[in-house]
């Protein structure tokens, strides 16, 4: 859905298989290259709501990796597709369904899981692909880190 977006015709099949499993990115940096090789930027973010709003509005792509449900700690990537500020509910395709799932603005942190909680504010993490003349820097995200790199400083440090 992402890369037809944008004008470029390859499958979820064909795709789905560089990047997910079990519904787990397994190889975000394959899904970054394939982005580059069809001229297209991309990185690695975790975003929130607020964050996520300004993306659908600027028509910047995310595959995002949220849970399966609110019940459940499993994940699954799911593409933002839009919103409704009056109704305060966020719209994502689903890829392997081809169906769309509503989520209130409410219920925004109960899909989040609890590695994406930066400074107490809940993050969907995923992979953002956008056109060369977007310019992602005025959005001030903050870059995906592996867990294992995560270092945290104090504000005394």
Not at 58 to 72: D, G, N, T, W, Y
Request: hydrophobic letters at 35%; one cysteine or more.
């Amino acid at each position: 859905m992402v890369f037809d977006s944008l004008g470029i015709d390859i499958s979820w099949e064909e795709l789905g298989s560089l990047i997910e499993s079990d519904g787990i990115f397994k190889d975000r940096e394959a899904v970054m290259e394939y982005a580059e090789s069809e001229n297209l930027n991309s990185g690695e973010y975790h975003v929130n709501l607020g964050d996520l709003l300004h993306l659908i509005l600027r028509e910047v792509r995310m595959l995002a990796q949220i849970k399966f449900s609110p019940e459940s700690e499993s994940t699954i990537c799911r593409v933002p597709s839009g919103y409704d500020i009056s109704k305060e509910e966020i719209y994502f395709n689903d890829p392997w369904t081809g169906g769309e799932i509503t989520i209130s603005f409410d219920d925004f942190s109960e899909y989040c899981y609890n590695m994406d909680i930066i400074g107490e504010i809940n993050h969907l993490t995923g992979v953002l692909i956008y056109d060369k003349n977007v310019s992602i820097e005025d959005l001030n995200l903050t870059p995906y880190v592996y867990p294992a790199d995560r270092s945290y400083k104090s504000e005394e440090d």
